[in-house]
C-alpha cells in the first residue's frame, strides 16, 4: 500500500521504515531538512538499535524514501501523523502546534477516501477536532495510537502487543479499520489483538497506558521510600510482588525513577486535559505519581552527600548514565542527567559517562564534563553513581575492576542493578535506593 508518515523523529522515521519492511511503499516527511538527509542516506538521526539496518534494507528496495516537501504525500492511501506533542511551554498540557501545523500543510494533498491515521499522543478531543477540519476534503481521520518504547522500537512497531484503530462511525469509519487491518496485515495474521474502537477511546488508551506504566513505576519507589524508613529492602519487595501475575514484575524497577519524552508529559497532559473536562478528582493520583518520581532524583543527591560525608564540594564523582534509559542516546528530562546536575550544582567536580548520550547531554548542559569511556569516568573517582542500568555498568563492571580505579570505594546504586553483596565483598560502600 502507499502510504506516508509525517514527522520523522523516534516515532515517525520507524514506522516508516518497518512500514516499508513489511511491503508498503512508504514515503516518510519532515519540516528537517538535515533530519531528512540523514534517513535518505540511510542513517538512522538518533540510536535506536536496527534502525539503521532496517533504512538501509528499506532504501535499496526501493519501497522507503523521505522528503521535506509536504505534496510528496499527495497519492497515499493513508497518512500516518507521528509528529511531536511536548509539554507547552509554562503550563502542563500538550503542545498539539506540529500537530496542526502538519494537517494544515497536508490539507491540499488529500483526496476523498483518504485515511489519515494519528499516530501522536494527543489529548482526548483532537481526533474529533481534526476530523472537522479535513471535512470538506472527503478524508477521514483515524486514531491509531503507537505503544513502542524506544530501545526496542523496531520490535515494537513490527510485533506490537496490540493494535488499536479508533474510528468515526458509520461506512467510512469500517472502511477505515478495514484499510488498517491491511496495513497491519503480518501483525494481524500472527495473532496480534486487532480492536476497533471509537476516536475518542484511542486517544484515552494511549494516554491512560502512560499513565498506567508511570503508577506502576512510582507505586515501587513510593514503597522505597517506606522500604528505607523500615529497614526492608524493596528490590526484594518488588520480586515477592512480581510473581502474583496479577501484579507482575515488569515496570516494578525502583530507583530514581522515570524520564524520557513520554512518560513525565504525557501524565501531565492527560491531568490537564481530564481536569479540562471536569474531572480533576479522577486524576489528583497523578500529581502524586509524579511528586514520587521526582523526590527520587532529590533521594539519589542526598545519598551521595550523605555517602561523602554530608560535603560533595570538590568531591570527584563518576556518574555512570547519561540516557534515560539504556539503548538509547535519548536525554530528555533525563533523571540520570539531572541528578548529575544537581550534583555539579553542589560544587562537586562531576565526569558523566554514557555509551551513547554523551554528545546529546553536552549540547545541552555543557557546564558537565564528558567521556564515553567508562573507566575513564571511574578513574580516582571518590564515589561513583549508577543512574542509567547500561549493560557496560549493571552487567560488565565487576567491583574488582572499577574497584582498582577509584580513589574512594562508594557506590550509589541509582537503579538498583547491582548485585549488592558481590559489591559489598569487594569492599565497596553500596547504597540502593530502598535497599538494606
Ligand atoms: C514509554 C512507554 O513504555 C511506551 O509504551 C510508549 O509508547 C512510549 O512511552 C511513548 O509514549 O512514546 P519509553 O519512554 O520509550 O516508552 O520508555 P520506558 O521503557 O517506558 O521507560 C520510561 C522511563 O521509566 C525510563 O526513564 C525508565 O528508566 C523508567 N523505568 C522503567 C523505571 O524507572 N522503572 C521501570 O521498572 C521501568
Redesign the pocket.
Known amino acids: 500500500m502507499r502510504m506516508s508518515v509525517i514527522g520523522c523523529g523516534y516515532?515517525g522515521a520507524v514506522h516508516a521504515a518497518a512500514m516499508a519492511s513489511i511491503g508498503h511503499d512508504v514515503i516518510g516527511i519532515d519540516v528537517d531538512e538535515r533530519k531528512i538527509s540523514s534517513l535518505s542516506d540511510g542513517v538512522a538521526p538518533f540510536f535506536e538499535p536496527q534502525l539503521t539496518e532496517l533504512l538501509q534494507e528499506g532504501l535499496a528496495s526501493g519501497r522507503l524514501h523521505f522528503s521535506a516537501r509536504m505534496a510528496d504525500a499527495a497519492g497515499s492511501a493513508v497518512h500516518f501523523l507521528a509528529v511531536g506533542t511536548p509539554q507547552v511551554a509554562g503550563g502542563q498540557a500538550a503542545d498539539l502546534r506540529f500537530v496542526d501545523a502538519a494537517v494544515d500543510s497536508l490539507l491540499p494533498h488529500l483526496r476523498p477516501g483518504d485515511v489519515l491515521a494519528g499516530k501522536s499522543?494527543v489529548p482526548v478531543g483532537t481526533a474529533t477536532r481534526l476530523a472537522a477540519k479535513v471535512a470538506e476534503t472527503g478524508a477521514t481521520v483515524v486514531w491509531n495510537p503507537?505503544?513502542?518504547?524506544?530501545?526496542w522500537a523496531v520490535h515494537d512497531t513490527i510485533s506490537p502487543d496490540r493494535i488499536v484503530a479508533g474510528v468515526p462511525d458509520g461506512a467510512d469509519g469500517e472502511s477505515a479499520a478495514d484499510l488498517l487491518r491491511e496495513v497491519y496485515r503480518p501483525a494481524v495474521d500472527a495473532g496480534t489483538p486487532f480492536l476497533v474502537t471509537d476516536l475518542a477511546t484511542a486517544e484515552l488508551v494511549?494516554g491512560a497506558?502512560?499513565a498506567f506504566?508511570a503508577t506502576k513505576?512510582s507505586f515501587i519507589n513510593a514503597m522505597a521510600e517506606i522500604a528505607e524508613a523500615a529497614g526492608a529492602d524493596v528490590a526484594l519487595l518488588a520480586d515477592a510482588l512480581g510473581h502474583d501475575t496479577r501484579i507482575g514484575r515488569?515496570?516494578?524497577?525502583s530507583?530514581i525513577?522515570?524520564?524520557?519524552?513520554?512518560?513525565p508529559k504525557?501524565i501531565r497532559a492527560f491531568a490537564a486535559r481530564a481536569e479540562e473536562l471536569g474531572r480533576r478528582e479522577a486524576v489528583g493520583f497523578l500529581h502524586e505519581v509524579d511528586a514520587i518520581n521526582l523526590r527520587r532524583r532529590e533521594r539519589a543527591v542526598r545519598l551521595v552527600v550523605d555517602a561523602l560525608g554530608g560535603l560533595v564540594f570538590g568531591a570527584r564523582i563518576a556518574v555512570l548514565g547519561a540516557a534515560?534509559?539504556p539503548f538509547?542516546d535519548d536525554i530528555r528530562d533525563s533523571?540520570a542527567l539531572d541528578v548529575a546536575i544537581r550534583l555539579r550544582g553542589l560544587g562537586a567536580d562531576v565526569i558523566v559517562t554514557d555509551p551513547a548520550a554523551t554528545e546529546n547531554a553536552a549540547a545541552v548542559h555543557p557546564q558537565l564534563s564528558y567521556t564515553r569511556e567508562r573507566d575513564e569516568a571511574l578513574r580516582d573517582a571518590d564515589a561513583v553513581v549508577i543512574v542509567t542500568e547500561w549493560d557496560e555498568y549493571r552487567r560488565d563492571l565487576t567491583p574488582e575492576h572499577a574497584g582498582a580505579l577509584v580513589s574512594k570505594r562508594i557506590v550509589i546504586d541509582g537503579r538498583n542493578c547491582l548485585d549488592s553483596a558481590a559489591w559489598r565483598a569487594a569492599g565497596w560502600t553500596y547504597h540502593g535506593m530502598g535497599r538494606r
Open positions: 516515532l499522543t503507537e505503544f513502542l518504547r524506544e530501545g494511549k497506558a502512560n506504566l513505576i515488569r515496570y516494578l524497577g530507583g525513577g522515570f524520564g524520557g519524552g513520554c512518560l504525557d534515560f534509559k538509547s533523571p
